[in-house]
């Protein structure tokens, strides 16, 4: 495991409803190295998905840093980290968000249109993302004619395409049978192994957490037992 890449200190988030403020995390910090694959756990409301949210930059937080290979994302206005998410973050939901109308292909090359790149060259990325997934036979296959667990591998190879610094996932086998969500997670594991792609998973499975290299517990905006175990 080398340096950190993923440093989170005294992080807070808060959100306001109506005349109400919910603090949602209180004063995280946490450093994930380069290489790691590490699962988020915590009961619901335990801020699991809001931590999530703020390293793939999704949202940012009311007060501390957030570096991510050495760069304050907390301080980027929306228009950089929108840039910023495009070139670093791979995201895989538990429900799969893929465009009905387009193949697996198609779907597969879709966050490519935000790079500068011929089509050719979009084409054969998407296809060896596919290929990495073990789904190169079903590249002209749209969603309804694939089950549900290669409709995630399909997500899971969007996510990959444009080569990112960073996969985070949230619940990525929350809509799965077990054999076909220990599928998913050993193909996880996979790229977290031999691809050498460091991943953040949040689940509140943990037959889900034990495929990951360690788990850190949240709860109620705090962390558990420092970093993880």
Not at 34 to 55: C, E, H, Q, R
Not at 105 to 123: C, Q
Not at 182 to 198: A, F, M, S, V, Y
Request: proline fraction near 4%.
């Amino acid at each position: 495991m080398s340096e950190a890449l993923i440093k989170i200190n005294n992080v807070v988030k808060h959100y306001v409803r109506g005349k109400q403020k919910v603090e949602v995390l209180h004063g995280i910090t946490l450093e994930i190295p380069k290489g790691d694959f590490v699962a988020l756990m915590g009961p619901s409301g335990s801020g699991k998905t809001t931590l999530l949210n703020l390293i793939g930059g999704l949202d940012q937080p009311n007060g501390g840093e957030i570096r991510i290979d050495g760069q304050r994302i907390d301080q980027l206005g929306s228009g950089e980290l929108s840039r910023w998410r495009a070139r670093h973050v791979g995201f895989v939901f538990q429900f799969y968000n893929l465009l009905p109308v387009l193949n697996a292909e198609r779907n597969v090359e879709l966050p490519l249109l935000l790079h500068k790149m011929s089509g050719s060259e979009r084409l054969q990325r998407a296809r060896l993302a596919l290929e990495i997934v073990g789904l190169k036979d079903r590249a002209g296959h749209k969603p309804r004619e694939l089950s549900g667990g290669q409709e995630q591998r399909v997500a899971i190879a969007r996510a990959l395409v444009s080569d990112p610094t960073l996969l985070v996932c949230d619940e990525p086998t929350g809509d799965l049978d077990r054999s076909t969500a220990d599928e998913i997670l050993t193909l996880l594991q996979r790229l977290n192994r031999e691809h050498g792609k460091t991943i953040v998973m949040v689940t509140h499975d943990p037959k889900a957490a034990e495929f990951a290299n360690r788990t850190v517990h949240l709860d109620k905006g705090t962390l558990l037992n420092g970093a993880g175990e």
